[in-house]
Structure formats: structure tokens, C-alpha cells
């Protein structure tokens, strides 16, 4: 089987990391193999990896550059072990870059937002906002309060830090779907942590290190800290977590029926 987030399956975005999970039935596993790899359009895809356990388990990254419409298959050798699976490769509706400006119109990396919080306020539901590498704090760009069904990506490299002080990511209000891949998010302070999401949220390929809520039993400022999860159907795939700490929940504290998947 080939499995990537569901929330993946209709969108994908240029220069976006997605994790490919794939599971090959001990039966299918030949003997005197133990890679697998990826194929798009008819290509050996330079990701390969091993099987990572005796369950035939794996995961792969896919990250394409080039628009429009894409077959990926998995291959154990010549052995194609899963149906074919159709990606749409778009490009992002807005960026955000450090060397950037809020007076720009943020509809391409030369014309980019300086802060994530322009980008938010100009985007419309379910657009998509690419975030280049750099370190982005201030109240610009942490602490935001999300209300719109977004995208919000990077490739590993762009970071939020709550300077210890505030919350290093934002809170995702009731009612509305934000997907977050490829960022990393320190230092969050102020008893707020880093990430708070309601329902049908995802979390992709993020790190999240040295988030801080409080000792005290409350559950907005003691649970979960680096990420709080009020509602359900949210979930948290292919994530890091180091140092984060909190009442309960260091990580994540899940307060409903949520998916978490290393």
C-alpha cells in the first residue's frame, strides 16, 4: 500500500515535502531485497530508502518542482508493489521571505511578504503560502490567530521562534483547516507553547523545540506544549519533537480523537 496525508491527495504544492508512507505485505518482500523507491512518470525518483522494520514499513519523500499532473508508483527492484497514485503540482498563492516586504503584493519570491501575518490577512480561504528559510519572530510573525482554511510550507529551514516569551507559531480558531509542512518552530513562551489547532488540521514534516506552556493544571496554558489539540480529526504526520515541555502534553496533548504517525 502507498499512503501519503490525506489532506495531500488533491493539492500539492511545488518545492513541497510529502511523506509517502508504504507498506509491502511480507509475501511481496523479495528475498534478497530490501530497498524501495519511488517512480514518477515512468522515472526512478531519487528518493530510496530501506525497509525500515520486519512489517515491510518505509517512508519516502516526494518533493516535485514541475507543474501540473503526476503518476507515482512504488518499486520494490523492478517490482512495481502499489497502484498508481496521481498528484497535481500547483504553485503557492503567496510567499513570505526575509528579504521581503509587507508593501509588496507577496504573488511571487521576488514581490514576497515580509511577515507571515500579511500573508495570512491577504490570502483567501484555501490559499496556499510558501515560506523561504530564515528565522521569522516578532508579533508579525508568532502568536497570529488563524480563522481561514490555509496552507503554510517551507522546506525545513524556515523557523519561528516565540523568543521565550510568546507563543512561536498560532492558534487555528474553530471551524477552519490549516495544513503546516516543513516548518520549525523554538522557543515558545508565555505559557502559550507553539501550535494550537481545533479540527481537521494537519501537521506535516515540522520540529518543534524548546516550547513552553505553564506547570498549571489549566488546560489553555498547561497542556499541550508544543502542540494543543482541542477538537478532532486533526493529524500530526512525520514531526519532531525535542524538549518541549508542559503541565501535560509535553509534545502533544490530544483532547479528542486525533491521528499521530512518525
Known sequence: TITIPSTKLSKMYV???IPIDVNVSKDNIPKD?????LRVDGIVYEDTRELTNNNGDATLTLKLTTLGTHTVEVFINESNVSESLTVNILNP??????SGNDSNDGLTLSTAFLTLNKAVTSASTSNCIFVQSGTYNGTSNTALTISKNLTIYGDGSAVFSGENSRQ???TVNTGYAVTCNGLKFINGGGDAGAVTVNDNCSIINCTFQNNLKSTSTDDVTGWGGAVYCIGSKNLIFNSNFYSNKAYSG?????DSSNTVTD
Open 33 to 37: 531485497n530490501l530497498k524501495v523507491y
Open 93 to 98: 498563492d503567496y510567499y513570505v521571505s526575509k
Open 15 to 17: 518545492n513541497e515535502k
Open 250 to 254: 509535553g509534545g502533544i496533548y490530544n
Open 168 to 170: 512561536s507559531g498560532f
